[in-house]
């Protein structure tokens, strides 16, 4: 059997995040529900309607042509690329040819092409029996960005990390919410199977909407012109889609040249000079990036390569994470840090993720937080009680010193006191302390247990545990 040696290129759209379409007043509103709702004359390619740039979607794409490190264009301009589908109303799509905005650039080591701006195309809504299709030109005209990779990737393992680090920093810049389930990301993926160094005939499969259908995509066309190859014959250049049923690529058309889409500039609206923005305010407006929060994460706080990428993932989250630490005087290296990741990553994402709150919305406070972990971390709380004031810390963003204070939640540590409920616990439950004696270590995690629950969760652990051993003899 022969060993193919597969190139990838990615080609990602992303629908970006501003208030009006790419060339009208319309509402970018990918939440609209009721079709053909956000419509105008211009974005549904009326006679003699004049199209108008918008200008956040310019910046955002320059935004991220600092990002990624490319070079932006001094000159740029939109040209039509002229082609039928039942949702371009204009007949053709005002995009970007051989003056995009931004040209080279790299993430992750993967070498880009160029990136651009464009609208994007309405809407087909089949119905369950595919017997008819409806339009919705809502989406159409919204301002969408392209990337396109070099054929510079070689496992599919590579290309979905670089989609999901790209998705990202889209994120990070506030430019796209990239939210693959809403249609907001898409990816093409082109694929060539070669024996040497020269590349082998390439395969666009379009339209993937998922990281899933990404891997699975590429996989199977991997296997796919492998099998074609070893059979003797030649693949051929053509665009596939992907059946997420089925699990199997399908053939759409045979793949468009530049020529085929007559690419002519468009006449409507002007080229644009780079110098006409402020370059140096966007360039300071792109924040601190995924990959260089990972490393000073990983050198300020020793945290492990997983529980950064674990913070990295939402960058709210990570400045919140940041904050919280803020607040301490202490040594950032001490065992806080440990501490206040764990409750931030379960307890607290947890509860969020129960009541489907995000952090713009949360009521704690940065600075709280750190304050409970405090207690926690100096045996003035129990884990037990930190859980419980973590709910009513969510619902009233009350500080956790207060509530400690106002219900009388520190935590017990004296003997004194607390061999008082142990003897009581012991006398209450002689069954268990018969199968403690009998060498069931579980009984005495049992009996601490019940003290807890006599204590309202305000015991220390640990003293109880040795007092209960002294007392057990």
Not at 128 to 135: E, F, Q
Not at 248 to 272: C, G, I, W
Not at 362 to 372: H, T
Request: net charge negative; with cysteine.
């Amino acid at each position: 059997m022969v060993k193919y040696f597969p190139t990838i290129g990615l080609e990602i759209h992303a629908e970006l995040k501003t208030a009006t379409k790419m060339f009208c007043d319309c509402p970018n509103d990918s939440e609209e529900k009721h079709p053909n709702t956000n419509v105008c004359p211009i974005c549904l390619g009326h006679p003699g309607v004049l199209p108008t740039i918008n200008k956040k979607a310019v910046e955002a794409i320059i935004k991220i042509g600092f990002a990624v490190n490319g070079k932006i264009n001094g000159q740029f301009k939109f040209d039509r690329k002229n082609y039928f589908y039942p949702d371009l109303p204009k007949g053709y799509q005002i995009s970007q040819y051989d003056q995009p905005m931004v040209i080279g650039g790299e993430v992750k080591s993967v070498k880009l092409n160029r990136v651009h701006l464009e609208e994007d195309a309405g809407k087909l809504v089949h119905s369950p029996d595919g017997k008819s299709t409806l339009v919705d030109f809502n989406r159409g005209g919204m301002p969408l960005m392209e990337l396109v990779t070099e054929p510079n990737m070689h496992s599919v393992e590579e290309a979905v990390a670089f989609a999901k680090e790209f998705q990202l920093i889209l994120r990070y810049l506030e430019v796209s919410d990239a939210d693959l389930e809403k249609g907001q990301m898409r990816f093409d993926a082109n694929i060539s199977l070669s024996q040497g160094e020269s590349l082998g005939t390439k395969v666009e499969i379009k339209n993937l909407n998922s990281f899933a259908a990404l891997e699975e995509a590429i996989n199977y066309e991997i296997k796919r012109q492998a099998e074609i190859l070893n059979s003797g014959k030649a693949v051929h250049q053509e665009t596939r889609g992907w059946d997420d049923v089925k699990k199997v690529t399908t053939s759409q058309r045979s793949k468009e040249e530049a020529h085929d889409y007559r690419y002519f500039p468009e006449p409507d609206l002007p080229p644009l000079e780079s110098s006409a923005f402020d370059l140096e305010s966007l360039r300071l407006a792109v924040p601190e990036l995924p990959a260089e929060k990972r490393k000073r994460f990983k050198q300020e706080f020793y945290l492990a390569d997983a529980e950064v990428n674990i913070l990295v993932e939402d960058r709210k989250e990570a400045e919140f994470f940041e904050a919280a630490i803020s607040e301490w005087q202490a040594d950032k290296s001490g065992g806080n840090i440990k501490l206040l990741f764990n409750y931030l990553t379960s307890d607290l994402r947890g509860l969020m993720r129960d009541r489907d709150i995000g952090f713009a919305d949360l009521k704690i406070m940065p600075e709280n937080f750190a304050d409970l972990i405090d207690l926690v971390s100096k045996n003035e709380i129990s884990s037990r009680v930190a859980k419980d004031l973590l709910v009513k810390m969510l619902d009233s963003g009350v500080d956790p010193r207060t509530l400690v204070e106002n219900e009388g939640l520190s935590q017990v540590s004296e003997e004194g006191a607390l061999l008082i409920t142990v003897k009581k616990v012991i006398e209450s439950n002689l069954a268990a302390v018969s199968d403690y004696k009998k060498g069931k270590g579980n009984a005495l995690q049992f009996l601490i247990g019940k003290a807890m629950a006599e204590l309202k969760g305000r015991g220390n652990p640990a003293v109880l545990r040795d007092l209960f051993e002294k007392e057990l003899k």
